[in-house]
């Protein structure tokens, strides 16, 4: 079935059953690799992007879904790296193999939406993502350090 | 491949046009010679941008390891694969160290597997001078002075492209600050030349050569083509720097490949795509060893997108170290996620050996447990353990027990090969190219030089053989479909049987105490897989601690799951082992855990026992080691060390877990502090506390968390919600590290720290419950107290 999916501010006309996961919609057909599959159970968060603004978990989520929303993946927040979360990411050399960290980035993101000063209680309940290469020590650093970089942005 | 499917729609569009392929390749001009293949305009934009793999760019390279563009942007070649562990910036380092270039225009790039298979190792390469260990400029152990492959290293041209064993820098760096050095002499030589002055009176910084006497400068970029065809007079007089004149490394530098792992423009072998390319789904059957029966295509095969459908057979265990995986069903379709549903749908009849399906867990751990009992085979007999232990004012022992562990890294199994008449093609993320190259020569016939690998990033490694047949089953089926691009990828589930796993292992230690409470003897006994590096490697209690009567005999058991190298490889089950007895030892003998092991290696005379005692002074004085604590935490320490008994690379350290549990049982780690042995430096400071901060999670889950169980002969946990990884909020709110310099260079770092985790939540667990609990994982007990 041919539907139409706005991701990144750009419409896309994919032809899928509508049950598959967005994530594969996005991965295969929209072409936009940055969202990662892991669990494919909505246990990882690998796959996150955004759907209306919120975070949800691609792999689990219908592409027929989605459609009419506006979706925000990893190369929608900036392909040059200079979105303020991408920037403490690099400040704090976050990522290890990286895989998790698209996924990490835009969990970071919804959090930093709802919740533009989070404590570190806020984060360790706020961001469920699994990382195996157990980054988590520098995610949170560089959670706060996006939190003011945002802030700066604001003012 | 005997059933592969009687209906394959292969309609020539899907096909990689053969006349597009070599005219692809004639118009890589010169690169055609090595044999270097680009894909179509179309695949080269989608996947090309920022690709890591091995390119030709029409400049002639310097040496293997480094090509100049007229810009002076440096690539540097590098043999490791980049799982997170920052080999991709630790291997350009040590390179940049002595090509003493403009560190911000370096870009690494994997080196090319193909050459490695055509070329041998220039003969400056073998040239390892001093002691080794203990020369500040020495390379470790000289392993490739001769051309004899050592440990299986060969003299091709990279030596060794595996990454394993935390050897990056231990065995590479040698020859790649050769390698950094040897291209800037020629860099000299060759402005030399130009300008017709001595190379003495030249100096090189920053990418730019200048002329003292003169204010003559130029640069590498313009120069390089020159240096490609300067060879160096006598290679082998070239030497590089000690530490002390580094510049470059010893200091934190930001990883490299960062940048693209915050933008989602980082490629790993899940991401590559090629123009006609199919996807293959595949299930292999549950229980090792065993493999498909039957399974009945029609069922799916006008399912849309479907291509066709292969039985794969179990693959040789000599591509796979000797592992034994499964029998699969392959189906192939135009998505994956069409090849997966198809699958999901497919009947599959497995042909199960009936004496695996009937085991289980606790059968197994029986059989290990009561082989404890018999007589093993004894590694280190010294002096008279049984009288001494006879003889002892007391006797402490000891049982404990570590389940079957996964690597679960988060990249499932992926790769996409493409195999013609002519050659193979192969994208992948792989600790061991040089190994899945010789399976591709295997599997398809061509010869290993007709073979390229394109490497990727690779989202997690964990354990080198972990990886398990995701080659081999990807070159199956691309064989099958001459001509097309296949890209195989694993389920999570699937992943979780396409594993290695470390053995699961039990282990009863028994100390005789004097009335002072020091060992007079201990005995030891494990139980293990033999093909687990358990029973053999990293375990020799009577090295580290003194005591005078000895004796250390393990006992194999020959179950059927494929075990292998995962993180921490043997060491990180006997370091729990080991220091959770020194533990109950200590607690039996009332005294200070810190200072009963301070006197048990101040006893030794072990080569690196002052190093011990340094790393244990050093962490007691960062945790403040006695100070009071609140009720409900503690404190345990614990000594790690791998190479501590002989003479040679080491690498030592000490950590002190600070532990809470609340009255209701939820346990948290506080604070990990961490005194590390630097040796004569580190390479990459940052990427090792990073390594550290990993790996402190790492072990945190696999004292808390993580087994994985058998029934009917199969895994049980084969996904994130039964296989549990923790999350945020259990990373330890505080971690500090520092290190301290030592004599000699370190063994590594990939891997084998923090492995204390295990022993300090026993332990502090014990201290605020009273329960000593012995058998891993840790959460499956009340820990709830007062
Ligand atoms: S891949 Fe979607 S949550 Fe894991
Ligand atoms: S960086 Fe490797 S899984 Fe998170």
């Known amino acids: ?155 | 491949m005997s059933h592969s499917s009687s209906r394959t729609r292969r309609n020539g569009a899907g096909d990689l046009d053969r006349r597009e392929f070599l005219a692809a390749s004639a118009a890589a001009g010169g690169a055609f010679v090595l044999g270097f293949w680009l894909p179509s305009k179309s695949a080269q934009a989608a996947i090309v941008a920022g690709a890591p793999w091995y390119e030709e760019t029409g400049t002639p390279e310097v040496n293997a390891w480094i090509v100049i563009e007229p810009d002076d942007t440096v690539t540097v070649r590098i043999a490791q694969t980049e799982l997170g562990q920052g080999v991709w910036t630790s291997n350009a380092m040590m390179v940049c160290e002595e090509l003493q270039c403009d560190w911000n225009k370096v870009r690494p790039q994997y080196a090319s597997a193909n050459r490695d298979a055509r070329e041998s190792a220039p003969e400056w390469t073998l040239n390892v001078m001093g002691e080794g260990a203990y020369d500040p400029a020495g390379g470790g152990e000289p392993l490739f002075r001769d051309r004899e492959p050592v440990r299986g290293i060969p003299d091709s041209l990279y030596r060794r492209m595996r990454t394993n064993e935390a050897s990056s820098v231990r065995d590479g760096r040698y020859y790649l600050q050769l390698a950094g050095a040897e291209a800037r002499e020629r860099l000299l030589l060759a402005a030399a030349a130009e300008w017709d002055v001595p190379a003495t009176e030249l100096s090189a910084k920053d990418s730019v050569i200048s002329h003292r006497g003169s204010d003559r400068t130029t640069t590498y970029g313009a120069v390089a083509h020159l240096a490609a065809e300067t060879p160096h007079p006598d290679p082998d007089a070239i030497r590089i720097k000690p530490p002390g004149e580094w510049t470059l490394m010893g200091r934190e530098q930001k990883n490299l490949d960062v940048p693209a792992k915050v933008t989602g423009a980082a490629v790993y072998g899940i991401d590559v795509r090629m123009p006609g390319m199919k996807w293959a789904a595949v299930r292999a059957c549950p229980v090792y060893g065993g493999d498909v029966e039957s399974f009945d295509f029609d069922a799916i095969r006008d399912r849309p997108g479907v291509r066709s459908a292969h039985h794969l057979p179990i693959p040789d265990p000599s591509l796979l170290r000797g592992r034994e995986f499964s029998g699969a069903v392959a189906v192939v379709a135009d998505t994956w996620y069409q090849a997966k549903t198809a699958l999901d749908d497919l009947p599959i009849a497995w042909d199960i050996p009936g004496d695996r399906a009937a085991l289980n867990t606790a059968g197994m751990h029986g059989t290990l447990l009561s082989a404890l009992s018999q007589p093993g085979r004894v590694r280190v007999d010294e002096g008279d353990v049984d009288s001494a232990i006879a003889g002892a004012n007391r006797v402490v022992e000891a049982t404990y027990s570590t389940p079957y562990l996964p690597r679960a890294r988060m990249e499932p199994g992926n790769a996409t090969v493409l195999v013609t008449d002519e050659r193979v093609d192969i994208w992948i993320g792989d600790q061991s190219p040089q190994e899945t190259r010789r399976s591709a020569s295997r599997i398809t016939g061509l010869a290993e030089q007709d073979v390229f690998i394109h490497l990727c990033h690779l989202g997690g490694g964990f354990g080198r053989n972990g990886n398990g047949p995701q080659a081999e089953q990807a070159l199956m089926i691309a064989n099958a479909n001459r001509g097309t691009p296949i890209h195989l990828l694993w389920t999570r589930e699937e992943d979780f049987i396409g594993t290695t796993y470390r053995a699961m292992g039990v282990a009863r230690l028994r100390a005789g105490l004097d009335a002072e409470g020091w060992p007079v003897g201990l005995e030891v006994r494990t139980a293990m897989q033999e093909d687990g590096f358990g029973p053999t490697s990293s375990f020799d209690v009577a090295s580290r601690y003194f005591t005078p009567n000895y004796r250390f005999s393990n006992h194999t058991a020959d179950f059927h799951i494929p075990c292998g190298t995962r993180r921490g490889v043997g060491q990180a089950a006997h370091e729990f082992y080991r220091e959770s007895f020194m533990n109950e030892l200590a607690h039996a003998a009332g005294k200070d855990p810190y200072l009963y092991r301070r006197e048990l290696i101040a006893r030794t005379d072990l080569p690196h026992r002052d190093d011990m005692i340094k790393a244990l002074d050093l962490v007691a004085e960062m945790a403040d080691w006695g100070s009071p604590l609140p009720q409900g935490t503690a404190r345990a320490i614990a000594l790690e060390e791998k190479g501590a008994e002989a003479r040679g690379t080491a690498t030592i350290s000490a950590m002190i877990h600070t532990v809470s549990i609340s009255r209701e049982g939820v346990l948290r780690l506080e604070r990990v502090d961490v005194a590390l042995d630097q040796g004569f430096s580190l390479i990459n400071p940052l990427s090792v506390k990073k390594q550290i901060e990993g790996q402190i999670v790492w072990f945190y889950n696999d004292a808390m968390h993580q087994a994985n169980t058998v029934l009917g002969g199969r895994i049980v946990e084969n996904n994130f919600h039964r296989f549990s990884v923790s999350r945020l909020a259990e990373d330890p709110p505080e971690i500090n590290i520092q290190f301290f310099e030592t004599e000699h260079w370190m063994r590594g770092m990939g891997h084998d720290r923090a492995t204390s985790v295990q022993s300090g939540i026993g332990d502090a667990i014990f201290q605020i419950t009273g329960k000593r609990l012995r058998d891993l994982p840790f959460s499956q007990n009340d820990l709830s107290w007062g």
């Not at chain 1, 909505?42 to 996150?48: E, K, L, M, R, S």
């Open chain 1, 1 to 155: 079935m041919a539907f139409d999916l706005e991701v990144n501010g750009t419409s896309f006309s994919v032809d899928a059953d509508p049950q598959t996961p967005l994530l594969w919609v996005i991965r295969d057909q929209v072409g936009l690799t940055g969202t990662k599959f892991s669990c494919g159970i909505a246990q990882c968060g690998a796959c996150t992007v955004h759907v209306d603004g919120q975070p949800i978990r691609s792999c689990s989520f219908p592409a027929s879904a989605a459609v009419g929303r506006s979706i925000t993946t990893i190369e929608g927040l900036s392909a040059d790296g200079s979105h303020p979360v991408q920037l403490a990411w690099k400040e704090f050399d976050v990522p290890q193999c990286g895989y998790c960290q698209s996924g990490m980035i835009m969990s970071a993101m919804a959090l930093l939406d709802k919740n533009p000063d989070p404590t570190d209680a806020d984060i360790d309940a706020g961001i469920t993502n699994i990382c195996r290469c157990s980054t988590y020590h520098r995610v949170r650093k560089a959670v706060h350090r996006a939190a003011e970089l945002l802030k700066g942005q604001g003012a």
